[in-house]
């Protein structure tokens, strides 16, 4: 069972409300998507970027820039955590 801590919504919530548009990027499958709106999570980002939907895992340097350019932003001025 998946479960969100509670500081997650508030974390996300002020970043949303800050403009700062957020993405998901993971080496997982399609079902992340369905995970994520089962936990209230998927509305709260711009996009959710899957290694089985890319066609290549992190490390690999496509899937970051797929993420900015979903981002539509400079690779410069993206954040990965």
Same mark, same amino acid.
């Given at each position: 069972? %998946? ?22 990027? !993971?080496? %997982?499958? !399609? ?14 980002? +711009?996009?959710?970027?899957?290694? =089985? ?11 970051? +820039?797929?993420?900015?350019? +979903? ?9 990965? =955590?």
């Amino acid at each position: 069972m %998946w479960e969100v801590f509670p500081d997650v919504l508030p974390c996300l919530d002020d970043l949303g409300r800050r403009g700062l548009p957020l993405g998901v990027v !993971s080496n %997982w499958d !399609s079902r992340l998507h369905a995970v994520l709106r089962g936990l209230g999570l998927a509305d709260r980002f +711009r996009f959710v970027l899957t290694s =089985a939907e890319h066609g290549a895992e992190k490390p690999d340097p496509s899937i970051f +820039r797929e993420a900015a350019r +979903r981002l539509e932003l400079p690779a410069e001025q993206v954040l990965h =955590a």
